[in-house]
């Protein structure tokens, strides 16, 4: 050993001249998946429309010259008003349809009928996995469900009561197959889940402590941990006991602070996101935020609601009674009091008109006003002011004769 190496300073293994206190974690974005009932944008706006579609009224009548004649009594007018099936009511039987149908482009719903009495004992709706359209020898439809307890179901076609949405690429199913269609809704879900995420990122990233801790002195792995966990616990004291994240350092350290300017979006494009997704199924933003005029909503009955109201009567029409009482003038309609939703004048307007037409009762009109029916208050009321059309060169005819009598007096 050599006197210049008695005095040579020995280079301290692992050496550094700053210590990262906290670093910036990478914060991935999660992909969205194929289900999108997982986005709370598709649950409102279905809900939006399976709610105001779960207010139609079912009814069971008997058409002549295209004039509602009666209203059919007896268990399947039961079944559509009251009671469906053992564990639904109506409304909640429509709502699961509807939300079915937006949801997956297709819904089924199965007529059980009773094997001994042959009379309908309920309609249920069927929750699929796989649904295969087969065609036997003789030209006959059917449909193949299979269920997710691996139950296998071949059912008549014409014995199903079938809803579709999106009904244009395959020949029996709505979308194109029986689990519907999603790719284009999807990829906008995608976008805005990711940018809901990088808004979560970003909060989450700025709510955090960064900076560098530079450590003017050379250290081994095991000084600088204990520098670091130092400065730690006076960080920490500092905030407990004083509230304070300020500390004092000599001048063997120094705390270098890195800036964080976390970027969120503006609100017009987290709105432009909402609308596209919203728009998929016909909702717009007054109905998607409950806040909406009376013409706003009428515009959302006509576009929305009204198509599945035909649609529906026309499905369970055909899916509930045979040809020959079809050609008879029965049928099953999905009845709306749109007026329910108009304002107070629109309501008492409508009343005024009506009524003196002979075409609503006095219990009707007090229902339109939310009032109780009273006793007798099922009469049609009509106005003296009009007069059959058939009949009134005849009654006009009349005036004249009695004028030319009274003038030859």
Known sequence: MT???????????????????FKDYNLPLTPFGDNI?????????????ATQCAKLKPRYIKKLNDKTVTE?????????????????????FIYKVVTMLLMEDNAFVYPMFDK?????????????????SVVDELGGYFLNFTFEDAKVMMIPYE???????????????????????HEALLKTIQINENVLQGVDNAIRSSMQIKGLLKMNAMLNEKDKSKQLDSFNEMLTNSVKSKGSSIIPVDLK??????????KLIDKDTLEFLHSKII????????????????????????????????????????GLLTDNEIKNGEEIIFFSERLQYASWNTKVTAIEKLMGLGIMSLNESRALLGLEPVENGDKRLQSLNYVDASKANEYQVGKESEKNNEDSS
């Open 3 to 21: 006197i210049l190496d008695i005095f040579k300073r020995k280079k301290k293994i692992g050496s550094t001249v700053q210590l990262q206190l």
């Open 37 to 49: 009932s997982k986005s709370d944008v598709v649950k409102i706006a279905v809900d939006r429309i």
């Open 72 to 92: 059919k009594s007896g268990e399947l007018s039961f079944i559509l008003k009251h009671k469906p099936n053992e564990i639904m009511t109506t409304y909640q």
């Open 116 to 132: 001994f009495t042959h009379k309908l004992k309920g309609i249920y709706p069927l929750k699929p996995i796989i649904v295969e």
């Open 159 to 181: 014995n199903i009561i079938h809803l579709r949405k999106f009904y244009h690429q395959d020949t029996f199913f709505g979308g194109n197959n029986s689990k519907g269609d």
């Open 253 to 262: 350290v120094d705390y270098v602070p890195l800036n964080v300017d976390p």
């Open 279 to 318: 728009d998929y199924f016909g909702v717009s933003v007054p109905i998607f935020s409950s806040k909406y005029t009376e013409d706003e909503f009428n515009s959302f009955y006509e576009q929305t609601i009204e198509p599945l109201a035909i649609q529906m009567s026309e499905a369970f029409s055909l």
